[in-house]
């Protein structure tokens, strides 16, 4: 047992160095600063407040000048950082498939009238349904799940979305790259069984569908309980007359009347929720029009058949009943192992909420308050690669728990306790970064100078007004914010106004 311990951990040992030293290799300017501004980023004790704070921990060995230098004017090579990861040690389920997970997380810059490309982000209250708008940078993460009960995932790719980019084209171009690239590193090879992508109800999954069709790929994803799609179109009978349908009969999601007898149904037996009832509704597809997506589609609009899954459990809680969750999956002709393979790997995409809430409450994702979106940028990954090398780094930790915390075996750390034996585990692994050579400080400012180039304002929203589509329906509004309205609007508790 000693032996084979002393195996994991060489393994994790050596693909943790080699791993360091490709990042270093990624960085092409700053690339002492970025990088131990990495390491410190694990090393600091607590969350991290400011970046600032992090040129005080004992394993930064450069000021503070260096550390504003690399954010605001580093540079890293993202594409070939990108092949790094996904050609890493990777979770996988059952039968060596990989399972991803899409989801978008915003950094919240309400008080930044300086920063670029800021939209409106939809955030939740704290009032049961209520939600608002504020400024910030939304991001696109694509992560690898783990199975089991869990909060690890291995990120791979990370998007900034501008006021000018459509949501659902840069998530079909990222998950395409991150999927050619996993075939590119050979983490999947002709007969193995397909990758299976998991998302939330605000994409638009039919078009993504449509869009990966040609890699090998299975889409699973949620859908809103008051859709309405469409039956398989029946057969034409002998002697009918007229033209045929295009379409079949409706599929009401809120009205059971509507409803056939499912393909498949499945019982299943949970730990947490009862019993899960799964029924699977084979070949369906909703009614595509020409608008959002689908607008500039050349000739007639495709007919995606999908299988439509209904999941009802017990309880959520003791004292609480669950609503049915609607699902969907592109994969057509489903087995029942099929459809409680789809709606076990959704549920294990939550696991990504686990990895933000770390990132932004423990490693410090949004507290920094950088000006430039491209600053943000070099922060996001930086973030990414300090959560990469801890998930490399779990066979080497040790479980350094506080007094009032249940002892927890090798295999089950968290992130977090992870984290805390980071600066005994870097202390034994490969650092590429040089020596810092001792300068003195930078002149500055001459005393008594002001500035007189007040830094630029930007507007807030999608400034880039979509075409109307063949039946003349708009498809964006344009939305320009007004500076000074804007900000009364959130002294207030307000929203801003939308014209």
């Known amino acids: 047992m000693s032996l084979l311990l002393d195996a994991v951990r060489g393994e994790a040992f050596g693909e943790a160095s080699r791993f360091r030293g490709e990042f270093y290799g990624c960085l092409t300017a700053w690339r002492d600063a970025l990088f131990e501004l990495t390491d410190v980023v694990l090393c600091a004790d607590g969350a991290v407040k400011s970046p600032v704070d992090l040129t005080l921990t004992a394993g930064h060995r450069r000021g503070q000048g260096g550390m504003y230098g690399g954010l605001n004017h580093g540079r890293i090579d993202v594409g070939r950082l990108r092949t790094v990861l996904a ?11 990989l399972v991803l997970a899409v989801d978008v997380s915003p950094w919240l810059r309400s008080d930044a009238p300086c920063s670029a490309d800021r939209l409106f982000c939809d955030v939740y209250g704290r009032a ?16 690898v799940l783990e199975p089991g009960a869990t909060s690890w995932t291995a990120i791979l790719d990370a998007v900034r979305l501008g006021p000018a980019d459509d949501a659902t084209a840069i998530t079909a171009d990222q998950l395409r790259g991150v999927v050619e690239r ?17 998302s939330a109800a605000g994409y638009d999954v039919t078009r993504l569908a449509w869009v990966l069709c ?11 309980s008051d859709r309405v799609m469409r039956l398989p179109k029946p057969s034409r009978q002998p002697g009918t007359n007229g033209r045929p349908p295009k379409l079949g009969l409706e599929f009401r999601f809120t009205k059971p009347e509507t409803w056939p007898e499912p393909a498949i149904t499945t019982v299943t037996d949970t730990t947490h929720y009862g019993k899960a009832e799964t029924q699977a509704w084979d070949r369906v597809h909703p009614r595509l029009t020409h608008r959002s997506s689908w607008l500039d589609h050349d000739g007639e609009l495709p007919l995606v058949e999908v299988t439509l899954m209904r ?50 409450q423990a490693l410090g994702w949004t507290t920094p308050k950088l000006r430039t979106p491209e600053a943000a940028d070099r922060w996001t990954w930086i973030l990414i690669v300090a959560h990469t090398q801890l998930r ?8 350094l728990r506080r007094p009032w915390e249940k002892p927890t075996p090798s295999d089950r750390l968290t992130p977090a306790r992870v984290r805390r034996g980071s600066r005994n585990i870097r202390a034994n692994l490969a650092c590429p970064a040089r020596v810092p050579k001792p300068r003195g400080a930078g002149p500055g400012r001459p005393p008594g100078a002001k500035n007189k180039h007040g830094a ?44």
Do not use: M
């Open 456 to 499: 630029p304002r930007y507007d807030v929203g999608k400034t880039v007004k979509r075409p109307r589509d063949p039946q003349g329906h708009r498809q964006t509004r344009k939305i320009l914010v007004d500076k000074e309205q804007a900000e009364r609007a959130f002294d207030v508790g307000g929203l801003p106004f939308i014209s």
């Open 182 to 198: 996993l075939i590119g590193a050979g983490q999947w090879q002709a007969g193995d069984p397909d990758i299976v992508i998991v």
């Open 214 to 224: 040609d890699l090998p790929v299975e889409l699973v994803g949620r859908v809103r």
């Open 311 to 360: 999941l009802k459990v017990e309880h959520l809680s003791k004292e609480r009943d669950a609503p049915p969750l609607w699902l969907w999956s592109s994969k057509t002709g489903a087995t029942p192992d099929d459809v409680n393979r789809f709606w076990q790997a959704f549920l294990r995409r939550f696991d990504l909420e686990h990895t933000f809430r770390f990132a932004k």
């Open 392 to 399: 490399l780094a779990r066979p080497l930790a040790e479980d």
């Open 128 to 143: 049961k349904t209520a939600s608002q708008f504020i400024p910030g940078w939304p991001y696109s993460f694509v992560a």
């Open 87 to 97: 050609g890493l040690l990777l979770p996988r389920f059952d039968g060596g498939r």
